[in-house]
């Protein structure tokens, strides 16, 4: 189940079962957004992107939905692993140049 | 290819010594961002180099911190006079092309403990 603990709120989840983490953005201009994924001691390592003229992409196991209306990006794991365990970041820009704007952060947790 | 560098990986300091900060970006990126992340935080933003320009050092402190990105050698991020608040980890980034149209790949990040 979910939970919010003192910082980053936590995904728990049964090895084998589908993974889903959600992040709201700020910026209704943004059109460019990231997923990030990033295991304790080290940077963050993209997974998968996607831009504002599209609602849905898919990887390899991943897919990221993006619902423009309501400024919601979602990551779906599929057969989630232990070594999927880690910290996953949404990130938004707006392709004007600005910086990359980083969201809090779900901490997916793997039960064997 | 190597990934984006960053060195050292863990940097500690006494309160008001410098902290210098290293950053090489992958190969054929002349793009270099540098990220700060406070622990169980999200990364926050604080400048933004081109080869010899700062494009966007919106992020960073007016005072204490700098940045460049010399024509030779690594980006430097530096910090005088460190204070215990400083104290967090700096990650680098690099992408080929400018921020929100390429993608941006991060380096191990240099972990700054203040004492």
């Known amino acids: 189940g979910e939970s919010v603990g003192l910082h980053l709120p936590t995904l728990s989840v049964q090895e084998g079962d589908n993974s889903i983490i959600n992040c709201a953005y700020s910026?209704?201009?943004?059109?460019?957004f990231i997923w990030y994924k990033q295991e304790s001691g080290k940077g963050p390592q993209f997974i998968i992107d996607?831009?504002?003229?599209?609602d849905k992409r898919q990887g390899q196991r991943v897919t990221v939905l993006l619902n423009k209306t309501v400024k919601h990006l979602s990551l779906q794991i599929a057969a989630t692993q232990p070594g999927d365990s880690a910290v996953y970041f949404c990130a938004e820009n707006y392709s004007g140049n600005t910086p990359l704007v980083f969201g809090k952060g779900t901490r997916l947790s793997v039960i064997a | 290819n190597a990934g984006v560098m960053q060195n050292p990986r863990h940097l500690v300091r006494r309160r008001g010594q410098e902290a210098r900060l290293r950053c090489s970006p992958m190969?054929?990126?002349?793009?270099v961002y540098w990220y700060r992340q406070l622990p169980e935080e999200g990364l926050k933003f604080m400048v933004y180099l081109q080869k010899e320009n700062i494009i966007d050092e919106s992020g960073m402190p007016k005072e204490r911190f700098s940045a460049e990105f010399p024509k030779e050698g690594p980006s430097i991020l530096r910090i005088q006079q460190v204070v215990r608040g400083d104290s967090a980890a700096y990650f680098c980034a690099s992408s080929p092309s400018r921020q929100g149209v390429e993608t941006q790949y991060f380096g191990p990040g240099t972990r700054l403990l203040v004492l």
């Open positions: 190969k054929g990126h002349s793009h």
């Open positions: 910026n209704s201009a943004s059109d460019y």
């Open positions: 996607i831009r504002s003229n599209m």
